[in-house]
């Protein structure tokens, strides 16, 4: 019972937070309001069960890339803010009702879509005396090798990426 | 008052287009940037839902990958950024059309 109040509540919080990140003037308040959603999207995955994925999302996301999101936008020194303001353009007001349609859609679609998949049995593992984590450890090592390799590498070319790009040039 | 998959279908559904119309009404590179990791946000909510609701681990396995995936992406895209801010002085999308013909 009150874990359904705080999923809700949880769940207003991230809207809102989100509606402040697309719409502030300034990148700073609009990463903050980010780090909101992305902790507020931590605790739903507490509340779903899903430990291991909320430390990591707190870890890698509201720790990692949103350090790296305010370091740039300190770096760059966006300095007029005015600059930034949202003008509603044709354009702007045409994307906007187009988004509106797209959410209508994706509603629809979503609840066209039953959880009595046929043969979804088969991907079932089973949780017997099993937490997330070690699930996710057996998985991972197991069924899922070559995409943990294949990410190690994608996460190598990332780091060779980002200092190339980075890298004043002479 | 039992939460069903219907609230988190739709909570996804918002943040995704939240994410799109950012993406959409914002020209400021970062924020549209921001955009980005709001829709991967989302999605990855409604992969851990359905992996809680059909009882599986599978989606928890995505998330782990799209969640590297994201890292990578971010470091790169924001050296793209500080690469062009050098190059061209501003992160405004509008005023960035070096590559018009």
């Given at each position: 019972m009150i874990t359904?109040?705080?999923t809700i509540i949880v769940g207003i919080v991230a809207v809102i937070a989100a509606l402040s990140t697309v719409l502030q003037k300034n990148p700073v308040y609009s990463a903050v309001s980010l780090i909101v959603v992305m902790v507020a999207l931590a605790v739903n995955y507490l509340l779903l069960n899903a430990e291991f994925i909320a430390v990591i999302q707190l870890i890698v996301y509201a720790g990692a890339i949103m350090v790296l999101f305010v370091f740039v936008i300190m770096l760059l020194n966006l300095g007029e803010v005015k600059k930034y303001k949202i003008e509603a353009t044709s354009g702007r007001?045409?994307?906007a009702i187009l988004t509106g349609l797209f959410f209508l859609q994706l509603v629809v679609a979503g609840f066209n879509v039953t959880a009595n998949v046929p043969g979804i049995e088969r991907f079932f593992i089973d949780t017997k005396?099993?937490?997330n984590t070690k699930i996710i450890g057996h998985a991972l090592f197991s069924d899922y090798l070559l995409p943990f390799e294949v990410v190690s590498i994608v996460l190598i070319v990332g780091i060779i990426g980002a200092v190339v790009l980075g890298k004043k040039k002479e | 008052?039992?939460?069903t998959i219907n609230y988190y279908v739709i909570l996804s559904c918002i943040l995704f287009c939240i994410g799109v119309l950012g993406f959409i009404i914002r020209r400021n590179l970062l924020i549209c940037f921001m955009s980005i990791e709001l829709m991967l946000n989302s999605v990855n909510l409604l992969f851990v839902a359905y992996s809680h609701f059909l009882k599986t681990s599978l989606?928890?396995?995505y998330v782990f990958f799209i969640m590297a995936v994201a890292a990578a992406e971010v470091s790169i895209g924001l050296a793209i950024i500080i690469m062009l801010f050098r190059l061209k002085g501003t992160?405004?999308?509008d005023k960035l059309n070096i590559l018009k013909g």
């Open positions: 359904s109040y705080i007001i045409a994307g005396g099993l937490d | 008052m039992e939460i989606g928890l396995m992160v405004d999308m």
